[in-house]
């Protein structure tokens, strides 16, 4: 396997008066509590559905989505707004060869804001350098996932309060961008974290360091059994497979966990099971008539968030 991706070198937030959304680190934990009750609110029906009427954002995709595309699209449209897509990257510029940072320069001056996934790390950060308008970033490589982090931390809030809370991360740890940046924001709410990891997909080391830095404690598991039973919430992530140097190190690990109905006799009651989908074989199927099953309602509050985002971004 490669060198594990660095998460931790963000630099500072972009301070040019531009709200830029790169990575979780740009946010802290004030404006993640704003987004998450303004996306309450969005919920309720208490928004403005011409609030960003007559502005446009563009969703430039360089990897594929089905959630993040379509729920900012939904998004942009239920506050009276407008998206454009790049469509498919052969049919853009970039086949001729042009960079990143002159299609940011040229697409910026047609929107008030750009969504950018990219299946390269920090290529969010670059994209912010070169745009005259705010940048959200929806995925980097193995980097970050913001947006995803805030879907995430409203749903564990609409069942339970998230300061304190044990939560299980498990799956792909060492290349999903979801539990990047979903453990650094968790490292602002004192919860405890406890991995479930394959081995080779641990938390990248300067990540895990971080969060025990912070004050964060993190406990590593290999297996599941044990520690189901004391968690809150369990994150499942999907072993990210496109992200794998070769066929034979995915194979290593794949399909080596699944969440089953027995696994979940004996766990706490409220206990939730979110996962960011799409799923693989991670989570069977007859998980998902349990009580415990969040992880569509999650999906589904991509939309309120960031509906939260893209008005706060352009306003
Ligand atoms: C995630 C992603 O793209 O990182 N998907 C999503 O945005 N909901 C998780 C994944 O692809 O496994």
Do not use: W
């Not at 969010?124 to 193995?142: K, M, Q, W």
């Not at 300061?163 to 299980?168: A, K, M, N, T, V």
């Not at 406890?194 to 025990?212: C, D, F, K, Q, V």
């Amino acid at each position: 396997m490669p060198a594990g991706p660095t998460v931790c070198s963000d630099p500072p937030p972009v301070v040019d008066g531009m709200r830029h959304i790169i990575s979780i680190r740009d946010l802290g934990r004030d404006r993640i509590d704003r987004l998450i009750a303004e996306a309450r609110r969005i919920q309720a029906k208490e928004f403005d559905p011409a609030a960003l009427k007559g502005k446009i954002v563009a969703l430039l995709f360089f990897e594929p989505s089905t959630r993040t595309r379509m729920s900012f699209e939904a998004a942009m449209a239920r506050l009276g707004g407008t998206s454009i897509n790049i469509g498919s990257v052969e049919v853009s510029s970039m086949a001729k060869g042009e960079t990143l940072a002159d299609t940011i320069r040229v697409v910026s001056g047609y929107v008030d804001t750009i969504v950018l996934r990219h299946p390269k790390e920090g290529a969010a950060r670059l994209a912010s350098e070169f745009s005259s308008v705010p940048v959200i970033n929806a995925g980097d490589g193995a980097g970050q996932h913001p947006s995803q982090t805030l879907l995430d931390l409203y749903t564990i809030s609409e069942s339970m309060p998230i300061e304190g809370i044990d939560i299980g991360l498990m799956g792909d740890l060492r290349y999903g961008r979801t539990v990047h940046s979903l453990a650094h924001a968790l490292s602002l709410y004192g919860t405890r974290i406890h991995t479930i990891t394959p081995r080779g997909l641990e938390l990248p080391s300067p990540l895990a360091n971080e969060l025990r830095e912070n004050g964060t404690e993190v406990i590593e598991n290999e297996d599941i059994t044990e520690v189901i039973r004391s968690l809150d919430v369990l994150y499942v992530t999907r072993i990210q497979r496109e992200r794998f140097p070769d066929a034979a190190s995915y194979y290593n690990v794949a399909s080596s966990y699944r969440i089953t109905p027995d696994l979940l006799e004996g766990v706490r009651p409220h206990m939730i099971v979110l996962h960011p989908l799409p799923r693989v074989d991670e989570i069977a199927p007859e998980v998902d008539a349990l009580k415990y099953a969040k992880y569509f309602e999650q999906a589904r509050n991509g939309v309120p968030v960031r509906m939260a985002m893209l008005r706060e971004v352009m306003q």
